[in-house]
């Protein structure tokens, strides 16, 4: 009932450190996004990535940590609330009693009157001086990070012809945003939009009003454009791969009107196109329509980190093998401690492995034929086809059976679009994230925490003060123990070699977190 919800709102600072001190110079807050809520009324919720939006705060200061907790208020929530049934559709779940309004409705804005999702419970990330709450829709909700009331919402489409971004942005180190989504271009054919929102304008404006389309890529089809999670930024150009995960407007305009769609309804494969990747420069902005990169179908949610090297551009992404669509295998009811179901899906899945391609910047008509990859470092090619398509064949830089290495991070400020060594990411056993993983993208060697019944979240790399080497810093990350008598915990361990350095215990239960950003 209510009063259960009125507690869950309010903040839970309650931490008890153990082991050795949290370093005095990790001053800061680590803010994180995920879903709170499982259940509304009598319904229950089907899918990963449905559930109120949750944003939780680890408070770091001289060595204490303070934890906070609170729902997003977005619309979805309050109304879920007060009408004590599930809405409007996030992800995978389809809301009665009212099927005219829970359009997957991401692209119909267009056709006004319908209502999008605005459960924001994806990722959390600043825009100028303020912080905002996203998901892959076209709303965004602005944030106070320290008391964590939220504050406004923003529609991006009054701004740009944008149709839902994503919730991976990249940020250059003048505050520039640079993100990419999908839109409608001319004739009513989609295409993809990147978009630049400039840093905080003198006069302190809002940077979002100010925010331009600075190129556009066209989509494979012209009615269902590719499903977009991330990018990749390099110093010169962007990075995008189309994947043969689709979403079909038609399938969908054609559906509504007589069922409870949703989301996940609307995904289909592409079985014919494999994948494509696309580049653009960034200034002047443009699409090198020239270069036609293929390579064999796979499901791409995060890119790891892309930069130039001899006129090659190198991309290494955590990919899933053939064109089926992955979250079709994370329904919620794996989430309810069913390992064994989760464990036969994963058993079905495409496979994960992190690969790296690379793209040569020079292509030239008589090379038809060769490997047009002259790094010495890796492995990967590029063969130029008589049609002018270029077919990629990657580099595997970790694979291992139904174990993924995924939600990566790097050292951003430092690695983001240059030559690096380390990746960070979260293991997944089966989907199952047991354990945190830094990998060495040159050498390929690995270093592993785990613990017993513990499910950490994406570790977050935080630098050291003054640090020289790339990875002397910190990962943070919060670790989940399944059944109501196990704390949860933010864990502190060295980044060089994932030894634990210190872990704040918090006497409540911590549902799953996706992705957050550490706020200094």
Partial sequence: GSTHLNHM????????????????????????????????????????????????KFDLKNGQVTYYRKFIRTDAYVRAMTENRVVITEFG??????PCKNIFSRFFTYFRGIEVTDNCLVNIYPIGEDFYAVTETNYITKVDPDSLETLKKVDLCKYLSVNGVTAHPHTERDGTVYNIGNCFGKNMSLAY?????????????????????????????????????????????FVFVEQPVKINLLKFLSAWSFRGATYMDCFESNTSMGTWFHLASKEPAGYLSSHK??????????????????????????TWKGHEFVYNYLYLA???????????????????????????????????????????????????????????????????????????????SKCCGKKYSFAYGLGLNHFIPDRIVKLNVQTKEIWVWQEEDSYPSEPLFVPSPGATQEDDGVL???????????????????????TELARAEVNTIIPITLHGMYKP
């Fill in 293 to 318: 990169f293929r390579t064999s179908a796979f499901n791409l949610f995060h890119h790891i980190n892309a930069y130039e090297d001899e006129g090659f551009i190198v991309v290494d992404l955590c």
């Fill in 93 to 98: 779940t389809a809301a009665y009693p009212d």
């Fill in 193 to 237: 939009n990147i978009v630049k929102i400039p840093p905080v304008p003198k006069d302190k404006s809002d940077p979002i009003e100010k925010s331009q389309v600075l190129v556009q890529l066209p989509s494979s089809e012209r009615l269902k454009p590719s499903y977009v999670h991330s990018f990749g930024m390099t110093d010169n150009y």
């Fill in 476 to 498: 943070l990350s919060v670790v989940v123990k399944p059944g109501a008598q196990r704390p949860g915990s933010l864990l502190v361990l060295d980044a060089r070699n994932l």
């Fill in 9 to 56: 709102i309010s903040s839970l600072p309650a931490v008890l450190v153990r082991g050795r001190i949290i370093p005095s110079w990790l001053g800061g807050s680590l803010l994180r996004m995920g879903p709170g809520l499982f259940e509304v009324g009598d319904e229950h919720f089907q899918h990963l990535f449905d559930g109120q939006a949750l944003i939780h």
């Fill in 334 to 412: 794996n989430l309810k401690e069913e390992w064994e179901e989760v464990k036969k899906a994963a058993a079905r899945a495409p496979q994960p492995e992190v690969r790296r391609y690379v793209l040569p910047l020079d292509i030239h008509r008589e090379d038809q034929g060769k490997n047009l990859v002259s790094l010495s470092y890796t492995t990967a090619t590029a063969v130029l086809d008589s049609d002018g398509t270029i077919w990629l064949e990657p580099e595997v830089l970790f694979s291992g059976p139904r174990q993924a290495f995924e939600f990566p991070q790097i050292n951003y």
